[in-house]
């Protein structure tokens, strides 16, 4: 639709005042009159997407659409946006945002996919279903509009997918960080995890005073693939770069780090580096004389080694407490930072509290992508 404008203005010429019209012709656009972008599933769609735990990494369909036409030559951002049908996108979630219009695709991997939806579920109070005549029914939409303006947003067709997505924790791409502290054993190593599968990996490491005897990463028992070390280059505690099949790292001499490792570049960075963990709170005044954790494992259901740090103490009834670095005020943790069961609860106050007076053993499974928090009351 074409817009003609007429404004007069006041021309001064060095002589002589007279006046002037100027005509200004904008397009400008029309929502009306504009084309959506359409969005389907790439192949054959399936009656049923099922998620799989123990295959998160896969991937679980692709999502295809075709690029708005606005009836201008101008740059559109689009929004993939997912909900739980019937919830009018009340709580949806953005999948996509793309503003070059190149991208024209989203994949969806099945450990992101059931994130989202356990996302979802919990915004909406409800549980996740168990069986395939209970899959939930998920809205995927394009939303369309001009980059940088206030425009009209453009609207696909909803498609619809059914899937069933799956409780407890999802196996996500890892790779083991190898070493003395373990005596170099594949099957209870630490581990980094990439739960966007982006080749970034990161995750707590506690080396209980034993990564100067050295280690490495490793992404497979034989050594045979991720196999990262010390290059030419000392590694020092900060940002580094490894070298694949380099040798055993024995720069860290603290025991609890922070890592982020980049499988691609072969870049290391640490961060949040302790020498200790520990429990503080009104058992202790709130002050000094921490009751220490220490490195604990344990082998679950599944057969996988749990890494935890654990104490076991004594509280008073109402005893409120946190768990905190090297006795210091920062990187804490509490009910906002931990997931968390057991004989505990959350004091409304950042802080965890025990009912009932009596002996309690915390552990703290550190070492997951979500860390969470278990506390039992001894009888």
Known sequence: MKLTQYMAALCLPLLALTACE????????????????????????????????NNASANVFTLNWTNPDMGLPVAVTNVLQMDI?????????????????ANTSYTAVASNLNANIQTLLAAYGLETPAAPEDALTMSFRLLSFISGS????????????????????????????????????????QKLYSPDDNHVYTGMIYFNGKAQNGWKFCGAEDWST????????AVAEGSNILAQGGGDIKTYARNSYWMEFNNETGTLTVSQIYDSWGIVGNHNGWGSGDTPMTL????????????????????????????????????????AQLDFEGDVADNGDGNFIAREAGSYTVKWYFNKVTPSLVVTRNE
């Open 22 to 53: 100027t005509d200004i012709e904008q397009v400008v656009f029309d929502a009306t009159t504009a084309t959506p972008a359409t969005i389907a599933v790439d192949g054959t769609q399936q009656d049923l997407y099922t998620l799989d735990a």
């Open 85 to 101: 049908d019937g919830h009018s996108f009340a709580n949806a979630l953005t999948l996509v945002t793309e503003t070059e219009r």
């Open 150 to 189: 206030s425009s009209d947003t453009l609207y696909s067709d909803v498609l619809r997918l059914r899937v069933l997505p799956y409780e407890g924790e999802a196996i996500y791409p890892s790779i083991a960080v190898r070493g003395d502290y373990n005596g170099w054993d594949w099957a209870s190593c």
């Open 226 to 233: 991720d196999n990262w070390g010390i290059g030419e280059t």
């Open 296 to 335: 604990g494992t344990e082998t679950d259901a599944a057969g996988t080694v749990q890494h935890f740090l654990t104490a076991t103490l004594d509280m008073p009834a109402g005893n409120t407490w946190k768990i905190r670095p090297d006795e210091k005020w920062e990187n804490d943790k509490g009910p």
